[in-house]
């Protein structure tokens, strides 16, 4: 019986560890962790052991990392970072994107307003561009929450350039209307 119990606690804490992921630190520290995100050079964690706070720790303080039975170096860390670093620029660049040209018609409107009707063929292009480059932001955003803000960009961008298509589009129907009475008349 002793031997079987004692086997039991053997696998329980065997199977523990490999739901955990382990850090080895460049002090030669070993900790058995639950990775939460890796982002920018920073790896988040809680501690499998003792559960405890959300905890972080540089990449440049890591030597290696275990995920279940998979092994990390240094080196590939960097490029993963590097990876993640890039992605979450470009997820920047479109947000930005995606909001400027949403409210970029806006302004289109108001010039087409002042100086020339014509102004006015510029907005479904910019319109079209912040409903893309929206659309593009939140499907690669979907379920991460650490691009929280470039996904709150994204449906901006989208509101806004949606409802300046809408309202493109009703301003269309009126002028043709307006159009049509006024060769009518």
Same mark, same amino acid.
């Not at 087409?112 to 479904?124: K, Q």
């Given at each position: 019986?002793? $031997?079987? /119990? ?77 990876? /993640? ?17 949403? $409210? %970029? ?31 593009? $932001? ?18 901006? %961008? ?9 309202? %493109?589009? /009703? ?15």
């Amino acid at each position: 019986m002793i $031997v079987l /119990l004692s086997n039991m606690f053997g696998l329980k804490a065997n199977s523990l560890r490999a739901d955990c992921d382990t850090l080895l630190s460049n002090s030669g520290t070993l900790l058995v962790v639950r990775i939460e995100s890796v982002k920018q050079g920073v790896i988040e964690y809680y501690d499998c052991e003792g559960g405890g706070k959300l905890q972080r720790m540089d990449f440049s303080e890591i030597r290696e990392i275990r995920r279940g039975r998979e092994l990390k170096t240094g080196s590939e860390l960097k490029k993963e970072a590097a990876l /993640l670093a890039a992605e979450e620029r470009q997820l920047t660049n479109y947000a930005k994107l995606a909001a400027l040209f949403g $409210v %970029g018609s806006l302004f289109f409107w108001l010039f087409a307003a002042a100086f020339s009707p014509w102004m006015g063929l510029l907005i479904l292009p910019c319109t079209i561009l912040g409903l893309v480059f929206g659309i593009k $932001v939140l499907r690669r955003t979907r379920n991460i929450p650490e691009y929280r803000q470039q996904r709150k960009m994204g449906r901006f %961008g989208i509101i806004a350039a949606g409802s300046q298509l809408a309202f %493109g589009v /009703l301003y269309l129907v009126v002028a043709l209307l307006f159009l049509l009475l006024w060769g009518w008349w």
